[in-house]
């Protein structure tokens, strides 16, 4: 072997040496993984346990819509009064499915940050409602309550007569964990259609949802009116609510069909209770 194949050999064991002799190091830690930032108050898209829906029984609630997304909810009331024949009669037409029912359709659409669109339809003497919402603000460490302003009109015969305007405000507050409770002061036009004569109503809404599981909630709202047009008893109703993700189904029992402001200025039945449902689906 010459000697600049030594010296290759020799370069070549002291630099395997100098390598094997090279201390090792533990691998650094992995940089801690980034926590996801928390939803701000203001983030439209939080999920609120309290308020699963856009609305208690009939009655608003202040939850907002994110921009462009939807929800659309359906609203059954059967027809038979529950408290008109015994149990026995009730059973046998199966709570008022066999007697007909008033069904609304509404959907509502975020059209820009804290604004939605909505609009419904029921089948009772076709009325036709649009109206928009404006969250103001959510409940927050810088607001003790949540604030949400209503304008509407509706009309009846597919928006061809009767308009009834109507403006209002929803104003909702957390107990906790286990309810929300809310308060809606509503001013109606033309409470009393179809007999040439204009009234004006206006009623507070009050309500609560509370939860008694993981899932599920309690619901019960009262509309008493201050003055106005004031036949029957003021509205009321309760219900039983599940969520499923973006579902929210609710049996629910009140002293009318009502579903619009309008509707719900005119108050329920008296000695009256309704069996029905509510369905609703968020798009978001």
């Known amino acids: 072997?010459?000697?600049?194949?030594?010296?290759?050999?020799?370069?070549?064991?002291?630099?395997?040496?100098?390598?094997?002799?090279?201390?090792?190091?533990?691998?650094?830690?992995?940089?801690p993984a980034p926590q996801a930032t928390p939803a701000s108050d203001d983030d439209d898209e939080?999920?609120?346990?309290?308020?699963p829906?856009?609305?208690?029984?009939?009655?608003?609630?202040?939850?907002?819509?994110?921009?462009?997304?939807?929800?659309f909810r359906l609203t059954h009331r059967?027809?038979?009064?529950?408290?008109?024949?015994?149990?026995?009669t009730?059973?046998?037409n199966l709570f008022g499915l066999d007697e007909g029912a008033t069904i609304q359709l509404e959907y509502r659409f975020g059209v820009i940050k804290h604004v939605e669109a909505i609009i419904s339809?029921?089948?009772?003497?076709?009325?036709?409602?649009?109206?928009?919402?404006?969250?103001?603000?959510?409940?927050?460490?810088?607001?003790?309550?949540?604030?949400?302003?209503?304008?509407?009109?509706?009309?009846?015969?597919n928006f061809r007569e009767n308009y009834a305007p109507a403006l209002g405000v929803v104003l909702s507050r957390t107990l906790g964990t286990v309810a929300a409770v809310y308060a809606t002061p509503v001013w109606a036009h033309n409470t009393f259609p179809g007999t040439?004569?204009?009234?004006?109503?206006?009623?507070?809404?009050?309500?609560?949802?509370?939860?008694?599981?993981?899932?599920?909630?309690?619901?019960?709202?009262?509309?008493?009116?201050l003055g106005g047009y004031t036949p029957g008893d003021a509205e009321f109703a309760f219900s039983f609510e599940k969520r499923v993700?973006?579902?929210?189904?609710?049996?629910?029992?009140?002293?009318t069909s009502a579903t619009t402001y309008g509707q719900i200025a005119r108050g329920g039945n008296p000695h009256s209770l309704y069996f029905g449902f509510n369905l609703a689906r968020k798009f978001f």
């Open 196 to 225: 040439g004569v204009t009234e004006d109503t206006t009623y507070v809404g009050l309500g609560t949802r509370v939860k008694v599981m993981t899932l599920g909630y309690v619901v019960f709202e009262a509309s008493p009116r």
């Open 121 to 157: 339809r029921t089948n009772v003497q076709r009325d036709i409602q649009m109206g928009v919402k404006y969250d103001a603000f959510h409940e927050s460490a810088s607001h003790p309550i949540g604030l949400s302003a209503l304008v509407s009109i509706e009309g009846t015969n």
């Open 53 to 71: 829906d856009f609305s208690l029984v009939n009655l608003p609630t202040t939850l907002p819509l994110p921009v462009h997304a939807g929800n």
């Open 78 to 88: 059967f027809n038979e009064n529950l408290r008109n024949d015994s149990f026995g």
């Open 1 to 31: 072997m010459n000697r600049y194949s030594l010296s290759t050999v020799l370069a070549l064991f002291l630099t395997f040496v100098a390598v094997a002799a090279k201390p090792v190091y533990a691998q650094p830690p992995a940089a």
């Open 245 to 255: 993700g973006s579902h929210l189904f609710s049996l629910a029992f009140s002293n």
């Open 46 to 51: 939080k999920l609120r346990s309290l308020e």
């Open 90 to 92: 009730q059973a046998s």
